[in-house]
T-cell receptor, first 115, second 114 residues
Framework: AQKVTQAQTEISVVEKEDVTLDCVYETRDTTYYLFWYKQPPSGELVFLIRRNSFDEQNEISGRYSWNFQKSTSSFNFTITASQVVDSAVYFCALSSAGGYQKVTFGTGTKLQVIP | DTGVSQDPRHKITKRGQNVTFRCDPISEHNRLYWYRQTLGQGPEFLTYFQNEAQLEKSRLLSDRFSAERPKGSFSTLEIQRTEQGDSAMYLC????????????FGPGTRLLVL
C-alpha cells in the first residue's frame, strides 16, 4: 500500500521568509511519481510539479524548489521569499508509474503567510 | 477557460435525497477521475474512467454511488439516498494517457447533507 505523510498540519510565516514543507512517502513500487498540488481557499487543486522516481535531480521554478531524496523517501518543497498569495493548503501525492494513475494524497499542510 | 469544470459548485440537500454532479474534463483528455475530500484530509480516490469505460472503483464507493461517462466526454456522479456522512468536496480530474501522466483538477462540488 502507498502512503504519504505530511507531518506539518499548519505553518505560519511572515512574508518574505523562506518555508519548507515536508513530505515523506512509502511505496513498494520501484518506479513511481511524486507530486505537489496547491489548494487555495477557492478549493481547486493546482498542479505544481511531478517528479519521476528515477530522476533525483532537484528542481527550481522561480521561488519554488523541490528536494527529492530517494534514500530517505522524502520530497520536500521550499518556498523562498514567501508571499501572501502563497497562503493555501499544499498536498504531496504519490502514484504508481504503470497503468492508470491512482494518486494517494497526504493530509496536506496549511500555509499561512502573514503580511 | 479550457480547464476542468464542475457543476454545481455547491449543493445543499436533505438526508435521503438524490444528488447528481457533473464534470466536464479538458477536451482532449481520455481519463477522468473522481475523488472525495473531507475537511482536513487529502482527496481520496473514488473511481476512474478511460474513455467511456469505468475501470476501477474504490471500496469507498458504496452501492448508493454511481458514476457514468456515457460518451467518453463529460461524467456524472450520482449519490442516492444521501447521508450526512456524504458531506464532502467531490473533485473531478482529467488526464491524457501518456508516459508521464498528470491529473488536472476541477474546482470541485461541495456537498452538504442536512
Amino acid at each position: 500500500a502507498q502512503k504519504v505523510t505530511q507531518a506539518q498540519t499548519e505553518i505560519s510565516v511572515v512574508e518574505k521568509e523562506d518555508v519548507t514543507l515536508d513530505c515523506v512517502y512509502e511505496t513498494r513500487d520501484t518506479t513511481y511519481y511524486l507530486f505537489w498540488y496547491k489548494q487555495p481557499p477557492s478549493g481547486e487543486l493546482v498542479f505544481l510539479i511531478r517528479r519521476n522516481s528515477f530522476d533525483e535531480q532537484n528542481e527550481i521554478s522561480g521561488r519554488y524548489s523541490w528536494n527529492f531524496q530517494k534514500s530517505t523517501s522524502s520530497f520536500n518543497f521550499t518556498i523562498t521569499a514567501s508571499q501572501v498569495v502563497d497562503s493555501a493548503v499544499y498536498f504531496c501525492a504519490l502514484s504508481s508509474a504503470g497503468g492508470y494513475q491512482k494518486v494517494t494524497f497526504g493530509t496536506g499542510t496549511k500555509l499561512q503567510v502573514i503580511p | 477557460d479550457t480547464g476542468v469544470s464542475q457543476d454545481p459548485r455547491h449543493k445543499i440537500t436533505k438526508r435521503g435525497q438524490n444528488v447528481t454532479f457533473r464534470c466536464d474534463p479538458i477536451s482532449e483528455h481520455n481519463r477522468l477521475y473522481w475523488y472525495r475530500q473531507t475537511l482536513g484530509q487529502g482527496p481520496e480516490f473514488l473511481t476512474y474512467f478511460q474513455n467511456e469505460a469505468q475501470l476501477e472503483k474504490s471500496r469507498l464507493l458504496s452501492d448508493r454511488f454511481s458514476a457514468e461517462r456515457p460518451k467518453g466526454s463529460f461524467s456524472t456522479l450520482e449519490i442516492q439516498r444521501t447521508e450526512q456522512g456524504d458531506s464532502a468536496m467531490y473533485l473531478c480530474a482529467s488526464s491524457l494517457v501518456q508516459v508521464q501522466e498528470t491529473q488536472y483538477f476541477g474546482p470541485g462540488t461541495r456537498l452538504l447533507v442536512l
